[in-house]
């Protein structure tokens, strides 16, 4: 049960902060947006402004529009000239409301410069026909619209971009809602952006998401099996006889200090391109730990088997092959497993050494364009891939090693638990189903 | 201490019986000689003498067991005679031949448990006759009967971690049997194990011995082990580990629970008792003995 709270908890907090408005929230993701005289810095609907700066930006077109109201008057003459300038920045006012149309429903994803059909609408809101609803408009807003309209069907009734207003309207004023910064995109956002992402087929140059899955496990587990079959022997052979352990061990813990990442530009000079400087990063990562480790583990073996052994007429060669090597397999597997769990943190750095590649590869591009809804999915993956690898090893080291005292670990795996959870619930509806029926050869049964 | 009603010298009157055992055991082949054995061990804080001058004879099937005072040297004599250690003076015969190492030609029984946990019960008494290059189907009938003489066949294909602590020593006699040893050493074989156990435990040894052609050291702390199984008991002293006395235990053959409280065996529990802790009188003489309870509540 606490197992399930372990995962829950942290879902639910994530959850809670981006479902509950009052929770944190610290930005306004704008769903109006407006030009601002002057200022070139253009914020556009989906954008995040901090809750400090919108009312700012709220004032700023406020006072805009109040500049602009006296010209909007047919009896005002307008400056010659300016005419096709004011309808440059008129078009932009009326293609301000698209955002909030396609939230509505009123128009699809294409028909944002769809002028004649944004024109409509602002005759069908001005008009009272139709109000949108999610959202709405202020009331503020929709008295800007019917302002705007009164205008603007004196000119025309549809859109006609010939006969366009030439004077000015009135900006709309920004609208938001309370959210968080994009770095915490909520839940469903998440699921949505991972869905897609995961279902999108290859294309020449872009990798499908399970290419790039299969090409970062590839490097993890080969960098780590590579490290495992040279880093075992010489572990055990260490841990074995102290000769080897002192002419080996003292280099291998001081070459361990020596950041991997550190070597990633000599590795592409030696391994060139492609994976091989890659693997060789996640080798250099693991390696050396490995050995000491290993070593640690082999020297663990307890003494009195070996002399036992010894007694029973084991040469050292046999020593080593039927006491040493079967006596720490237990160990030395549970060792490998927390191993592998040390390469994999290696992946990331792995994959940015010479041409950056697999998962890395996409999180740093979507990274730096800001698509955290995109970058979560994918980190989580990665750690899900971890998890589960190791506790699929630990769930079947019980069947490899039937002699230890554990013996098969099948319920002792947090995902175990979780997984036998279903099962033995549904056992128990089962049984709770088939009527108990008492033995009639046992008379003192109440 | 023992309680002694009976003559404490008893322990070195023998019955025509006993005596005619003795003489005859005297006549075999010695098996197992040491010869003015000494060992020291080199350590920071000094060198300390384990074991000095030892000399005795080991006769071909004696059951023989070494007895004397915690730390006295008894573990380091039969790692000596295993082969596991070296000594540092003096020799060690084997039929003759002096040992060098361990070998199969000496079996051993640890205290500690040390059958291989990945081996099944069957394998592990098969290991030392695997490790001279026997396997089959006859080394593995053979094993088979190591351990049906153990009383073991229903667990032959157990792992070491699913068996009770004196099924266990009975896997790692059985284990040391299998190579057909001159001589079956063993150091405390059933410390670990509870009082009942034990007693088993000896029953069953005492039955194997009887049954095969092997010579046994024993080594225990245990004064009533030692009177129960042995042919001789030799009596170390402590610091440093000289040979104090081999009593002759009087105590007629084939050995019962029954003889517990005959006064042979009394008064050889009594000999070896003086000899391990001499003229030390009564152990509550040596605690302080502060009173903690109130005044006129006595107990006694
Ligand atoms: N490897 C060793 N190094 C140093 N001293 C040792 C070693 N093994 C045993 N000794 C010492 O030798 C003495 C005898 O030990 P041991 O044979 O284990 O006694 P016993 O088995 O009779 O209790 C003890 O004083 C012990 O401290
Ligand atoms: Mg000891």
Redesign the pocket.
């Known amino acids: 049960m606490l197992t399930m709270f372990s995962f829950s908890l942290p879902l639910l907090a994530w959850c809670a902060v981006s479902y509950l408005p009052f929770l944190w929230h610290p930005d306004v993701e704008l769903q109006i947006s407006a030009d601002r005289e002057g200022v070139t810095t253009v914020y556009t609907p989906g954008d995040r402004v901090s809750e400090e700066f919108f009312p700012e930006f709220e004032a700023a077109v406020r006072t805009q529009n109040e500049e602009v109201s006296p010209f909007m008057s047919l009896d005002k003459p307008v400056e010659a000239g300016s005419e096709s300038s004011v309808r440059r920045s008129n078009k932009k006012v009326l293609r301000h409301l698209a955002p909030l149309l396609v939230s509505n429903g009123w128009l699809t994803e294409e028909q944002t410069k769809d002028d004649a059909a944004i024109y409509v609408a602002w005759k069908e809101i001005a008009t009272g026909a139709r109000l949108p609803e999610q959202p709405a408009l202020t009331e503020e807003n929709l008295e800007i619209v019917r302002k705007n309209w009164a205008l603007m069907s004196r000119y025309s009734d549809s859109y006609n971009a010939d006969n366009f207003v030439s004077r000015p309207l009135l900006s709309l004023v920004p609208q938001g809602r309370p959210a968080n910064p994009d770095y915490l995109p909520a839940p469903h956002r998440v699921l949505i952006s991972g869905f897609k992402e995961f279902t999108k087929p290859a294309e020449a140059e872009r990798p499908s998401m399970w290419q790039r899955v299969g090409h970062s496990m590839r490097i993890v587990f080969g960098g780590f099996l590579l490290a495992a079959l040279v880093g075992v022997p010489i572990g055990v052979i260490c841990g074995t006889y102290s000769f080897f352990s002192k002419l080996i061990e003292p280099f291998t813990d001081f070459f361990r200090y020596m950041p991997a990442p550190t070597f990633s530009t000599l590795l592409v000079v030696i391994f060139l391109a492609n994976d091989a400087p890659k693997m060789a990063l996640v080798f250099i990562g693991t390696i050396f730990q490995l050995i000491l480790v290993v070593a640690n583990t082999t020297r663990r073996l307890e003494l009195p088997l070996l002399e036992a052994a010894q007694t029973l007429g084991a040469n050292q060669a046999q020593l080593l092959t039927r006491v040493v090597i079967p006596g720490i397999l237990p160990n030395l597997y549970n060792d490998l497993r927390i191993l592998l769990g040390w390469a994999w943190t290696w992946l990331v750095i792995a994959e940015l050494v010479g041409v950056k590649s697999g998962l890395t590869e996409f999180i740093e591009t979507q990274g730096r364009w800001r698509n955290f809804d995109s970058v979560y999915p994918v980190i989580i993956l990665i750690g899900l891939i971890g998890f589960f690898t190791d506790q699929i090893l630990s769930f079947i080291r019980g069947f490899i090693f039937p002699w230890t005292s554990e013996g098969p670990a099948i319920t002792s795996t947090p995902v175990a638990k979780v997984l036998l959870f279903v099962p033995r619930w549904f056992k128990s509806a089962v049984d709770e189903r088939i009527p108990y029926q008492p033995e009639s050869t046992s008379p003192n049964k109440a | 201490m023992i309680e002694i009603q009976t003559d404490p010298l008893l322990y070195r009157v023998q019955k025509p019986e006993v005596r005619e055992r003795f003489e005859a055991l005297k006549q075999r082949p010695v098996v197992l000689s040491v010869q003015n054995l000494y060992k020291t061990?080199e350590?920071q804080t000094g060198t300390?003498t384990?074991l000095k001058d030892v000399s005795f004879d080991v006769y071909r099937r004696e059951f023989m067991c070494v007895i004397?005072p915690?730390?006295?040297?008894?573990?380091?004599?039969i790692r000596i005679l295993a082969g596991l250690e070296s000594s540092s003076d003096g020799k060690v015969l084997l039929d003759g031949n002096p040992v060098t190492g361990p070998g199969p030609d000496r079996g051993m029984v640890f205290q500690s448990y040390t059958l291989f946990p990945w081996l099944t019960v069957k394998q592990n008494v098969m290991f030392g006759p695997r490790m001279s290059g026997k396997r089959g189907t006859s080394a593995e009938s053979e094993a088979r009967q190591w351990i049906d003489l153990v009383g073991l066949s229903k667990f032959e294909n157990s792992y070491p971690h699913q068996l009770s602590g004196g099924m266990k020593q009975r896997v790692a006699i059985a284990r040391a049997l299998a190579n057909r040893p001159r001589i079956l050493l063993m150091d405390e074989p059933f410390g670990a194990l509870d009082a009942q156990t034990r007693c088993q435990m000896q029953s069953y040894l005492l039955q194997i011995w009887r049954n095969l052609d092997i010579t046994i050291l024993f080594?225990t702390h245990d004064l009533d082990e030692a009177a129960f199984l042995a042919d001789r008991i030799l009596v170390l002293k402590a610091n440093p580990?000289e040979v104090n006395e081999i009593i002759e235990v009087p105590v007629p053959r084939p050995r019962s629970a029954a003889q517990f409280i005959t006064p042979e065996f009394i008064a050889t529990k009594y000999r070896i008792d003086q000899l391990i802790h001499p003229d030390q009188g009564s152990p509550e003489d040596a605690l302080p003995f502060p009173r903690m309870t109130p005044q006129g509540d006595d107990v006694e």
Do not use: P
């Not at chain 2, 915690?70 to 004599?77: N, V």
């Open positions: 061990f350590s300390v384990a004397g915690s730390g006295c040297g008894k573990s380091t004599l080594i580990g």
